[in-house]
């Protein structure tokens, strides 16, 4: 159930039964061959199909992410740290006024993680707020399927490449990961890193694909027990 479908009334209803609220946050950024909104498709789709199951609301993505490193990528639009970090803190404070207190974070993005640290510091300020944190290609349980595979987690590649984040046709094979040093700037992320597949296969057998979403799509479910 997605915030845009209703309106004020309804969730004014949606709140005397429960005050849980999914919030994404996502990034608009190249991902190789596969979508530029890879991020936030991931997590919607993971909030789409738990919200099916569970009734808990969704807010529209925060499409919009820190990925200054990919800035030289077409297509690409990082924001500010500064700019996502005060977005997150006025969206939580509006849901909390209106009577939200269990807020689940799907984070589609890592540079995205510092917003976890300003969110600990609303809970601190919001009496009653209780924020749940999860970046599906962390997750203990992916990881052990990405292990049962012998399979290793990199940006853009395989791991990522679900049939709503393509966009066209994947190379066959693999890539082999670059070796750099130090923090690297925009033209120089690009010069490593090519078409901007960090690594690893560009794709893998359905059945991984299947199993991975329902692996994270458990721990979705786990966590809105909160």
Known sequence: MRLEDLNWMDVEEYLKQDDR???????????GYLSLATDVRIPQVLADAASKSTGVLIAPPVNYGVS??????PGSLPIRLSTFLDTVEDIVRSAYRH??????????????DPAHIRLVELANDLP????????WWESHSVEEVTLHHNLKRY????????????VTELPAG?????????????????AV????VFGGPYQVAPEIMDEIFTTCLQDVLHLLKF
């Open 128 to 135: 009653g707020l209780k924020v749940a944190w999860y970046a």
């Open 155 to 166: 940006h853009a590649s395989w791991l990522e490449a679900f049939p709503f984040t393509r």
């Open 68 to 73: 200054p490193y990919f800035a030289t990528y």
């Open 193 to 196: 890193f090519g078409d901007g």
């Open 21 to 31: 609220l999914i919030l994404i946050l996502g990034t608009i950024e190249q991902h």
């Open 174 to 190: 693999e890539k082999n990961p670059p070796s750099y040093k130090g923090q690297l700037n925009a033209e120089e992320t690009r």
């Open 99 to 112: 009577g939200f207190r269990r807020i689940l974070v799907l984070n589609g993005h890592s540079g995205n």
